[in-house]
Protein backbone atom coordinates (compact mmCIF):
# COMPACT_ATOMS: atom_id res chain seq x y z
CA UNK A 1 0.00 0.00 0.00
CA UNK A 2 1.01 3.43 -0.48
CA UNK A 3 3.40 4.61 2.41
CA UNK A 4 3.64 8.56 3.97
CA UNK A 5 6.64 8.77 6.20
CA UNK A 6 7.38 12.41 8.41
CA UNK A 7 10.49 13.49 9.75
CA UNK A 8 10.87 13.94 12.71
CA UNK A 9 8.47 12.47 14.93
CA UNK A 10 8.41 14.53 17.65
CA UNK A 11 10.68 17.60 18.08
CA UNK A 12 10.61 20.23 21.14
CA UNK A 13 12.96 23.87 20.44
CA UNK A 14 13.33 26.63 21.88
CA UNK A 15 11.02 30.09 21.48
CA UNK A 16 12.07 32.28 18.25
CA UNK A 17 13.92 29.09 16.50
CA UNK A 18 12.88 27.37 13.26
CA UNK A 19 11.78 23.94 12.77
CA UNK A 20 11.42 22.15 9.24
CA UNK A 21 9.41 18.79 8.76
CA UNK A 22 9.61 16.51 5.85
CA UNK A 23 6.91 14.46 4.69
CA UNK A 24 7.92 11.92 2.00
CA UNK A 25 5.74 9.15 -0.33
CA UNK A 26 7.72 6.28 -0.17
CA UNK A 27 6.08 4.05 -2.97
CA UNK A 28 4.13 6.44 -5.08
CA UNK A 29 4.44 9.57 -6.37
CA UNK A 30 2.77 12.70 -5.21
CA UNK A 31 1.85 15.67 -7.20
CA UNK A 32 -0.59 17.14 -4.30
CA UNK A 33 -0.11 17.14 -0.79
CA UNK A 34 -1.39 18.37 2.10
CA UNK A 35 -0.60 19.62 5.51
CA UNK A 36 -2.94 19.57 8.99
CA UNK A 37 -2.50 20.94 12.39
CA UNK A 38 -3.79 19.33 15.40
CA UNK A 39 -4.38 20.79 18.82
CA UNK A 40 -4.67 18.34 21.64
CA UNK A 41 -8.45 16.76 21.84
CA UNK A 42 -8.93 18.75 18.59
CA UNK A 43 -9.94 17.75 14.94
CA UNK A 44 -7.32 18.03 12.04
CA UNK A 45 -7.45 21.68 10.25
CA UNK A 46 -6.50 21.81 7.19
CA UNK A 47 -3.37 24.37 6.98
CA UNK A 48 -1.94 24.18 2.90
CA UNK A 49 -1.79 22.47 -0.05
CA UNK A 50 1.18 21.36 -1.90
CA UNK A 51 1.65 21.15 -5.39
CA UNK A 52 5.02 20.08 -6.62
CA UNK A 53 6.57 22.69 -8.55
CA UNK A 54 4.91 25.43 -7.52
CA UNK A 55 3.47 27.25 -4.51
CA UNK A 56 1.67 26.25 -1.83
CA UNK A 57 -2.21 27.23 -1.38
CA UNK A 58 -3.26 28.54 2.30
CA UNK A 59 -6.23 28.41 4.51
CA UNK A 60 -7.55 31.40 5.61
CA UNK A 61 -6.14 31.97 8.63
CA UNK A 62 -2.73 30.36 8.12
CA UNK A 63 0.58 32.74 7.81
CA UNK A 64 2.33 31.79 4.59
CA UNK A 65 5.73 33.48 6.17
CA UNK A 66 5.24 31.75 9.04
CA UNK A 67 4.66 28.10 7.62
CA UNK A 68 6.85 27.97 4.59
CA UNK A 69 6.10 24.96 2.74
CA UNK A 70 8.48 23.49 -0.01
CA UNK A 71 7.28 21.06 -2.53
CA UNK A 72 10.36 20.24 -4.69
CA UNK A 73 9.96 16.96 -5.64
CA UNK A 74 6.81 14.34 -6.31
CA UNK A 75 7.82 12.48 -3.47
CA UNK A 76 9.19 14.89 -0.58
CA UNK A 77 7.39 18.57 0.70
CA UNK A 78 8.19 20.49 3.84
CA UNK A 79 6.95 22.73 6.27
CA UNK A 80 9.24 24.84 8.18
CA UNK A 81 8.28 26.72 10.94
CA UNK A 82 9.81 29.84 11.66
CA UNK A 83 10.18 31.68 14.75
CA UNK A 84 8.62 29.22 16.51
CA UNK A 85 6.45 29.98 19.77
CA UNK A 86 4.62 27.97 22.30
CA UNK A 87 1.38 28.67 20.73
CA UNK A 88 2.78 26.99 17.27
CA UNK A 89 3.35 23.29 19.73
CA UNK A 90 0.91 21.03 17.99
CA UNK A 91 0.37 17.54 15.96
CA UNK A 92 1.82 18.12 12.50
CA UNK A 93 0.24 15.66 9.87
CA UNK A 94 1.26 15.49 6.23
CA UNK A 95 -0.96 13.65 3.96
CA UNK A 96 -0.24 12.47 0.08
CA UNK A 97 -2.76 12.10 -2.95
CA UNK A 98 -2.58 9.08 -4.92
CA UNK A 99 -6.22 8.23 -5.98
CA UNK A 100 -6.66 9.25 -2.17
CA UNK A 101 -5.29 10.67 0.58
CA UNK A 102 -2.23 8.77 2.54
CA UNK A 103 -1.26 10.03 5.60
CA UNK A 104 2.41 10.56 7.50
CA UNK A 105 2.67 9.60 10.94
CA UNK A 106 2.34 13.26 12.37
CA UNK A 107 5.02 14.90 13.92
CA UNK A 108 4.34 16.21 17.68
CA UNK A 109 6.29 20.05 17.88
CA UNK A 110 6.60 21.14 21.12
CA UNK A 111 8.04 24.73 21.64
CA UNK A 112 9.68 25.74 25.00
CA UNK B 1 -21.53 24.71 3.70
CA UNK B 2 -19.80 21.79 4.15
CA UNK B 3 -19.92 20.32 7.41
CA UNK B 4 -19.48 17.14 9.52
CA UNK B 5 -20.81 16.66 12.91
CA UNK B 6 -19.76 13.85 14.85
CA UNK B 7 -21.83 14.61 17.97
CA UNK B 8 -20.73 12.25 20.77
CA UNK B 9 -17.21 13.39 21.58
CA UNK B 10 -16.44 10.35 23.78
CA UNK B 11 -17.81 7.12 24.28
CA UNK B 12 -16.70 3.99 26.93
CA UNK B 13 -17.79 0.75 26.11
CA UNK B 14 -16.72 -2.47 27.68
CA UNK B 15 -15.11 -5.48 25.74
CA UNK B 16 -17.38 -7.71 23.56
CA UNK B 17 -20.49 -4.54 23.26
CA UNK B 18 -21.24 -3.49 19.96
CA UNK B 19 -21.02 0.37 19.32
CA UNK B 20 -22.01 3.07 16.85
CA UNK B 21 -20.45 6.13 16.34
CA UNK B 22 -22.38 8.79 14.31
CA UNK B 23 -21.46 10.90 11.87
CA UNK B 24 -23.81 13.75 10.10
CA UNK B 25 -22.81 15.83 7.31
CA UNK B 26 -23.57 18.58 5.00
CA UNK B 27 -22.87 19.49 1.32
CA UNK B 28 -24.05 21.19 -1.77
CA UNK B 29 -22.50 18.74 -3.57
CA UNK B 30 -24.83 15.78 -5.78
CA UNK B 31 -21.03 13.93 -5.69
CA UNK B 32 -19.06 13.68 -3.16
CA UNK B 33 -17.40 11.29 -0.77
CA UNK B 34 -17.72 10.29 2.54
CA UNK B 35 -14.63 9.29 5.04
CA UNK B 36 -13.83 7.05 8.49
CA UNK B 37 -10.17 6.85 9.83
CA UNK B 38 -9.40 5.94 12.74
CA UNK B 39 -6.27 8.07 15.06
CA UNK B 40 -5.26 5.83 17.65
CA UNK B 41 -3.07 6.57 20.33
CA UNK B 42 0.17 7.09 18.23
CA UNK B 43 -1.26 9.84 16.23
CA UNK B 44 -1.10 8.20 12.55
CA UNK B 45 -4.58 8.06 10.91
CA UNK B 46 -5.47 4.81 9.63
CA UNK B 47 -8.02 4.51 6.48
CA UNK B 48 -10.87 2.77 6.93
CA UNK B 49 -13.49 3.29 4.69
CA UNK B 50 -14.35 5.21 1.15
CA UNK B 51 -18.34 5.62 0.11
CA UNK B 52 -18.70 7.77 -3.01
CA UNK B 53 -22.78 9.46 -3.07
CA UNK B 54 -23.96 7.00 -5.26
CA UNK B 55 -23.25 3.82 -3.93
CA UNK B 56 -25.77 4.18 -0.51
CA UNK B 57 -25.48 0.11 0.28
CA UNK B 58 -23.97 -0.85 3.46
CA UNK B 59 -20.63 -2.03 4.02
CA UNK B 60 -19.29 -5.21 6.27
CA UNK B 61 -15.60 -5.59 6.39
CA UNK B 62 -15.22 -8.06 9.78
CA UNK B 63 -16.67 -6.50 12.89
CA UNK B 64 -16.49 -3.18 11.28
CA UNK B 65 -20.30 -2.21 9.20
CA UNK B 66 -20.86 1.27 8.07
CA UNK B 67 -24.89 2.71 6.98
CA UNK B 68 -24.89 5.34 5.00
CA UNK B 69 -28.41 7.07 4.42
CA UNK B 70 -28.63 10.15 1.96
CA UNK B 71 -32.18 10.69 3.42
CA UNK B 72 -30.69 11.84 6.94
CA UNK B 73 -27.57 13.15 5.44
CA UNK B 74 -25.57 10.34 8.02
CA UNK B 75 -22.72 7.74 7.50
CA UNK B 76 -22.71 5.47 10.52
CA UNK B 77 -19.83 3.37 11.87
CA UNK B 78 -20.78 0.40 13.99
CA UNK B 79 -18.08 -1.89 15.81
CA UNK B 80 -19.69 -5.07 16.80
CA UNK B 81 -18.03 -7.15 19.68
CA UNK B 82 -15.75 -4.30 20.51
CA UNK B 83 -12.29 -5.09 21.81
CA UNK B 84 -9.78 -2.86 23.63
CA UNK B 85 -7.32 -2.58 20.47
CA UNK B 86 -10.15 -0.52 19.19
CA UNK B 87 -9.97 2.07 21.58
CA UNK B 88 -8.85 5.32 19.69
CA UNK B 89 -10.56 8.92 18.11
CA UNK B 90 -12.36 8.06 15.35
CA UNK B 91 -12.76 10.65 12.53
CA UNK B 92 -15.67 11.13 10.00
CA UNK B 93 -14.62 13.19 6.90
CA UNK B 94 -16.10 14.34 3.66
CA UNK B 95 -14.27 15.45 0.28
CA UNK B 96 -14.72 19.04 -0.03
CA UNK B 97 -16.50 20.28 -3.44
CA UNK B 98 -15.30 19.22 -6.70
CA UNK B 99 -12.68 17.42 -5.24
CA UNK B 100 -13.77 14.33 -5.63
CA UNK B 101 -11.99 11.42 -3.82
CA UNK B 102 -8.84 13.15 -3.73
CA UNK B 103 -9.67 16.25 -3.09
CA UNK B 104 -8.99 18.00 0.77
CA UNK B 105 -10.75 16.55 3.35
CA UNK B 106 -13.26 18.05 5.91
CA UNK B 107 -12.92 16.82 9.10
CA UNK B 108 -15.58 15.82 12.46
CA UNK B 109 -14.23 16.75 15.80
CA UNK B 110 -14.27 13.09 16.19
CA UNK B 111 -15.22 10.43 18.48
CA UNK B 112 -12.88 8.80 21.49
CA UNK B 113 -14.17 5.72 22.00
CA UNK B 114 -12.69 3.90 24.98
CA UNK B 115 -12.88 -0.04 25.04
CA UNK B 116 -12.70 -1.07 28.94
CA UNK B 117 -11.70 -4.91 29.33
Known amino acids: GAVVSQHPSRVICKSGTSVKIECRSL??????MFWYRQFPKQSLMLMAT?????????EQGVEKDKFLINHASLTLSTLTVTSAHPEDSSFYIC????????FGPGTRLTVL | AQKVTQAQTEISVVEKEDVTLDCVYE???????LFWYKQPPSGELVFLIR??????QNEISGRYSWNFQKSTSSFNFTITASQVVDSAVYFC??????????????FGKGTKLSVKP
Open chain 1, 95 to 102: SARYYEQF
Open chain 1, 27 to 32: DFQATT
Open chain 1, 50 to 58: SNEGSKATY
Open chain 2, 27 to 33: TRDTTYY
Open chain 2, 51 to 56: RNSFDE
Open chain 2, 93 to 106: ALSEPGGGSQGNLI
